[in-house]
């Protein structure tokens, strides 16, 4: 079965950086693009990054660009999110999506990560 | 950029019909998606491209998108069914995801 799994959030300090990853399993991760999106605590659902099936197209939200960094490795069947720069408005629960093919919208979502920016 | 718009709360009693709507620009011109989240869970898609829905998401639910508004529309509502629920559209001009805010359905 499709399976994401997050990992490597945690508590770090505004400024430093952090790099989250997303284990896929149970399908062809070369063949799917995937989205990073967010929640802080208690608001609702934020778009983050995506990468095409092939990491050649990637765009990001303006909140995150120019800090954040998506990329992957088909051959370990990872995505990963480099987040430097933090600012404590970067506390979330980090998701990994997997966008439908030929579609717009994600079928598979991963469980997530929480990451705290705090001194 | 795009902007959805969804009520904070809907409630209902069980057993009713619950509709949650999503307002966005001339929204009908695009494919709407909607997402159930229960409390400390990942989101769950349960209709697509307005009115899909997809294997094991049951007939109770279903969506509808015309003018400004797109609807997801849950009949015979359960208590199972509390949650928070979220639209989501593709903006083609800058290739991104755009969410509403997200309501609430509380079954009373």
């Known amino acids: 079965q499709v399976r994401l799994v997050e990992s490597g959030g945690g508590v770090v300090q505004p400024g430093r950086s952090l790099r989250l990853s997303c284990a896929a399993s149970?399908?062809?991760?070369?063949?799917?693009?995937i989205h990073w999106v967010r929640q802080a605590p208690g608001k609702g659902l934020e778009w983050v990054a995506v990468l095409s099936d092939d990491g050649s197209i990637k765009y990001y939200a303006d909140s995150v660009k120019g800090r954040f960094t998506i990329s992957r490795d088909n051959s370990k069947n990872t995505l990963y999110l480099q987040m430097n720069s933090l600012r404590p408005e970067d506390t979330a629960v980090y998701y990994c999506a997997r966008e439908g093919l030929n579609a717009y919208y994600s079928d598979y979502w991963g469980q997530g990560t929480l990451v705290t920016v705090s001194s | 950029s795009y902007v959805l718009t969804q009520p904070p709360s809907v409630s209902v009693a069980p057993g009713q019909t619950a509709r949650l709507t999503c307002g966005g620009n001339n929204i009908r011109s695009k494919s709407v998606h909607w997402y159930q989240q229960r409390p400390g869970q990942a989101p769950v898609l349960v209709v697509y491209?307005?009115?899909g829905r997809p294997s094991g998401i049951p007939e109770r639910f279903s969506g509808s998108n015309s003018g400004n508004t797109a609807t997801l529309t849950i009949s015979r509502v359960e208590a199972g069914d509390e949650a928070d629920f979220y639209c989501q559209v593709w903006e083609a001009s800058n290739d991104h995801w755009v969410f509403g805010g997200g309501t609430k359905l509380t079954v009373l």
């Open positions: 491209n307005d009115n």
């Open positions: 149970g399908f062809t991760f070369s063949t799917y693009a």
